[in-house]
């Protein structure tokens, strides 16, 4: 064993065979304090880059959605605009649909519009707004409709927009039709007395709380908010028989009943005009504008940096969902193809 203090000289002088001794050094442990600067310093950068693309977004110009090609002549100098509406009719969906037809509308090389509908309906307001927003569109440039897997109650609402000039294509698996309006409701009372759940709140007024799924509803409650709904009802009506040349009021009473229909089925009942697919919508439209060569276009609203970073984490956070659970008690006026509210994908 060679001693340490022993010089190496006086060691190959005594003709022993000299040993390397390695020592491995474990290295000091962070403490606490180091990692909490640490994580400290990572939310901090987060916290100034979320305010830097917060001043960014607030200051920069929106140019809207992006146009993205679609099929025909890329090279072509007219356009056909695609504008989808897919899934549930809500925000914040909404405003990008909005914002599509604004685009179309005041983009003078769109010659015309083919409206791609694949929506089981949505919110009452939000379709009306939809509508509304293609009764100026139609006005500037010719539509033609393509439906596909569904086109129901607020999907075939938002249909009309085009006019009654308009041509109603639909696949031949597509679902339409579905005229009516609902407010989704479960009456948990009988759950509620079984657990001793009582319902007290304080309100101002008798219908304050109407709609509370811990009590049955009154006959004056039901009248008030059947009143409510016919309205939403009549004005459904309304819309399709003021754009469909094939149906006048007395026929969409008739098939005003919720019932969906088949594509065959609806184009028995004058619902639609033609089975078929979207590129035969638009040829159809092609042949109207008188265009063999077109360019045709979608448009894509690309999310926001905010949106992609804190989207997934904000989604997580308790008072995120504890906001989405009130909300979902919130009386929802719904021209919508099922008995509960439904979940957006678009």
């Given at each position: 064993?060679?001693?340490?203090?022993?010089?190496?000289?006086?060691?190959?002088?005594?003709?022993?065979?000299?040993?390397?001794?390695?020592?491995?050094?474990?290295?000091?442990?962070?403490?606490?304090?180091?990692?909490?600067?640490?994580?400290?310093?990572?939310?901090?950068?987060?916290?100034?880059?979320?305010?830097?693309?917060?001043?960014?977004?607030?200051?920069?110009?929106?140019?809207?959605?992006?146009?993205?090609?679609?099929s025909?002549?890329?090279?072509?100098?007219?356009?056909?605009?695609?504008?989808?509406?897919?899934?549930?009719?809500?925000?914040?969906?909404?405003?990008?649909i909005?914002?599509?037809?604004?685009?179309?509308?005041?983009?003078?090389?769109?010659?015309?519009?083919?409206?791609?509908?694949?929506?089981?309906?949505?919110?009452?307001?939000?379709?009306?707004?939809?509508?509304?927003?293609l009764?100026?569109?139609?006005?500037?440039?010719?539509?033609?409709?393509?439906?596909?897997?569904?086109?129901?109650?607020?999907?075939?609402?938002?249909?009309?927009?085009?006019?009654?000039?308009?041509?109603?294509?639909?696949?031949?698996?597509?679902?339409?039709?579905?005229?009516?309006?609902?407010?989704?409701?479960?009456?948990?009372?009988?759950?509620?007395?079984?657990?001793?759940?009582?319902?007290?709140?304080?309100?101002?007024?008798?219908?304050?709380?109407?709609l509370?799924?811990?009590?049955?509803?009154t006959?004056?409650?039901?009248?008030?908010?059947?009143?409510?709904?016919?309205?939403?009802?009549?004005?459904?009506?309304?819309?399709?028989?003021?754009?469909?040349?094939?149906?006048?009021?007395?026929?969409?009473?008739?098939?005003?009943?919720?019932?969906?229909?088949?594509?065959?089925?609806?184009?028995?009942?004058?619902?639609?005009?033609?089975?078929?697919?979207?590129?035969?919508?638009?040829?159809?439209?092609?042949?109207?504008?008188?265009?063999?060569?077109?360019?045709?276009?979608?448009?894509?609203t690309?999310?926001?940096?905010?949106?992609?970073?804190?989207?997934?984490?904000?989604?997580?956070?308790?008072?995120?969902?504890?906001?989405?659970?009130?909300?979902?008690?919130?009386?929802?006026?719904m021209?919508?193809?099922s008995?509960?509210?439904?979940?957006?994908?678009?």
């Amino acid at each position: 064993m060679i001693d340490p203090s022993q010089p190496q000289s006086a060691v190959s002088a005594a003709g022993t065979q000299p040993q390397v001794i390695i020592q491995q050094v474990q290295p000091p442990r962070r403490s606490w304090v180091t990692r909490f600067l640490f994580i400290s310093l990572v939310f901090s950068m987060l916290f100034n880059f979320s305010l830097f693309s917060q001043v960014q977004q607030h200051f920069s110009v929106s140019t809207g959605p992006i146009e993205r090609f679609h099929s025909g002549d890329a090279l072509a100098e007219n356009k056909i605009a695609v504008i989808e509406i897919s899934g549930t009719i809500m925000p914040p969906f909404t405003g990008k649909i909005l914002r599509a037809i604004k685009k179309a509308t005041e983009d003078d090389l769109v010659k015309g519009v083919l409206l791609s509908i694949d929506s089981p309906g949505g919110l009452v307001a939000d379709s009306h707004q939809i509508y509304h927003e293609l009764t100026k569109l139609r006005k500037k440039k010719p539509m033609v409709v393509a439906m596909k897997r569904i086109a129901a109650s607020g999907g075939y609402y938002v249909a009309m927009g085009a006019g009654e000039n308009a041509k109603i294509f639909a696949e031949p698996t597509t679902w339409t039709g579905s005229i009516g309006v609902i407010i989704p409701r479960i009456d948990f009372s009988e759950i509620a007395a079984q657990y001793g759940i009582k319902p007290d709140p304080l309100k101002t007024g008798k219908f304050k709380d109407t709609l509370s799924p811990f009590r049955p509803l009154t006959a004056e409650e039901r009248d008030l908010w059947m009143h409510i709904l016919d309205d939403s009802f009549t004005r459904f009506k309304n819309v399709i028989s003021e754009n469909r040349k094939t149906l006048d009021a007395k026929k969409v009473v008739e098939l005003a009943t919720g019932e969906v229909f088949t594509s065959t089925d609806s184009l028995k009942n004058g619902l639609i005009d033609e089975i078929g697919f979207e590129e035969d919508a638009l040829e159809s439209l092609k042949t109207q504008l008188g265009l063999e060569k077109v360019r045709v276009i979608n448009y894509y609203t690309q999310p926001t940096l905010m949106e992609v970073l804190l989207g997934s984490v904000q989604a997580q956070q308790p008072e995120t969902m504890w906001k989405t659970l009130l909300e979902a008690t919130v009386p929802k006026a719904m021209y919508y193809f099922s008995w509960a509210p439904g979940i957006p994908t678009w």
